[in-house]
């Protein structure tokens, strides 16, 4: 008795899996139906370019300015954000962002002979010899604007990257690599320090797309979020006491929602500034380049970032698709049989959000969905898709939403078209660019020869 209970259990466990599978089949068959349908489900009134006014922001002295929101990469605030100017010091983030890809903290880095000698301003005095972790070096750099730790970084990334000795020249091909990959469009990188050289130069949208990268890592987050620090004795020196040189994050001027933050200046950059910031959910990254003065560029700052965050709200897609009832095809959803004792098959990323102006309101924004047939069957979350939220022509935000295969079992093999493996397949982070920036690409009259 107990074995034929057991063996009715398995059979009906056995049938749901089939019909999981079924669906999974008639699911990608039916596409054009489901994306007619959810074409039909788009609000008819949704305002157009020229019917939705965009809030507009204040007046800055910086030459250039942005504010973008770095789950989305929307620009919230905008002044000639992709012509070219000269980065100085906050080219340092983008060299914090190669270490934090591509090194651990508790590696080593050793100065060379030539991160001593060959750079000038802002340093700490590390020299030739001197050994210190990376996770220290970050917090010379990016709290002091060390140069001369810069360079020894940019060596010790190129060398771990391309198995060489590490070069600065190797480490600016890599800058500029990872900068392409980030959809950066108007940005040439020629050092790891930002010292004046003629070509190279930043835009303000290339920097908040690395500023948005960059707060994505923890490490970078608390360190340059970090009023003061000490670095203990090396093998050459005694303890280093270190102060955050960002006005915001040392308190010698109050912005209560700055979190993190990177200061610039020569004299062809003028001031340059990064600054992160958040409030009621928002995380927002602030860039202006060629500044007058620094008091100047702190006020624009403040001026920018406050604009936004009293102009615009963020909507995790998640609890606004639950609110507004906009589901997936029935198919997945209303199969009381299919889905009992199973967790939701379908789901959407929790971390996914859309930003829209007060005056707006989610359910105008248009949806776009976009299925992904599976060429491969991975344990655990399968995207299948992608849902894209436009209102008045910008992209405003996108989530990707899987399918869980933990109701494969062993006794079963997915359809021959399906195959396991180990490593699941994501799509390109640069997705996140394409959705969420206003421009394809910079106008010829902005970009930098």
């Not at 922001?57 to 954000?81: C, F, Q, R, S």
């Amino acid at each position: 008795m107990k074995y034929l209970n057991w063996q009715k259990r398995k059979e009906k466990w056995l049938a749901r899996t089939a019909v999981f599978l079924f669906s999974i089949f008639s699911f990608y068959q039916c596409m054009p139906f489901f994306t007619a349908k959810a074409a039909q489900t788009n609000p008819p009134e949704v305002p157009s370019g020229t019917d939705f006014i965009w809030p507009t922001g204040p007046n800055v002295y910086a030459d250039a300015a942005i504010v973008m929101e770095v789950t989305t990469g929307l620009v919230l605030y905008e002044k000639n954000i992709y012509t070219a100017y000269y980065p100085a010091s906050i080219t340092k983030i983008m060299t914090a962002l190669m270490a934090l890809e591509n090194c651990s903290m508790n590696e080593i880095v050793t100065m060379s002979d030539a991160a001593e000698h060959k750079v000038y301003g802002s340093r700490i005095g590390l020299v030739s010899g001197e050994q210190v972790t990376l996770k220290d070096a970050m917090y010379g750099m990016l709290l002091e604007s060390a140069n001369e730790v810069s360079y020894a970084i940019g060596e010790h990334v190129a060398a771990k990257v391309n198995g060489s000795s590490g070069s600065i020249e190797e480490f600016s091909n890599l800058m500029n690599k990872r900068a392409e990959e980030l959809g950066c469009v108007n940005s040439h990188f020629l050092n790891p320090h930002g010292l004046h050289e003629q070509e190279h130069y930043t835009c303000a949208y290339d920097m908040a797309l690395i500023g948005k990268a960059a707060i994505a890592y923890q490490d970078f987050r608390t360190i340059a979020g970090t009023r003061t620090y000490t670095i203990p004795p090396t093998n050459k020196n005694v303890a280093r006491p270190l102060a955050n040189h960002h006005r915001f994050i040392r308190k010698t001027l109050t912005y209560n929602y700055a979190i993190a933050g990177k200061t610039g200046g020569t004299t062809e950059a003028l001031t340059t500034l990064v600054t992160f910031a958040e409030k009621d959910g928002l995380t927002l990254v602030a860039v202006v380049l060629h500044v007058d003065t620094a008091l100047h560029a702190y006020e624009d700052t403040i001026n920018i970032l406050n604009f936004a965050f009293d102009n615009y709200s963020l909507y995790n897609i998640e609890e606004s698709e639950l609110t507004l009832d906009l589901s997936f095809p029935p198919l997945f959803t209303q199969s009381s049989e299919f889905s009992s004792g199973l967790d939701t098959l379908i789901h959407v990323g929790k971390n996914s959000n859309a930003v829209l102006p007060n005056s707006a309101n989610f359910s105008d924004a248009i949806k776009t969905i976009t299925y992904t047939p599976l060429t491969e069957l991975v344990h655990g979350d399968n995207v299948i898709g992608q849902i894209a939220y436009k209102f008045a022509d910008k992209y405003i935000g996108f989530a990707d939403f899987s399918a869980l295969s933990a109701c494969f079992s062993h006794h079963l093999q997915p359809p021959p078209a399906l195959h396991i493996v180990s490593n699941p397949f994501f799509l390109s982070d640069k997705l996140n660019d394409r959705y969420c920036s206003d421009q394809d690409h910079t106008p010829d009259n902005q970009r930098r020869a």
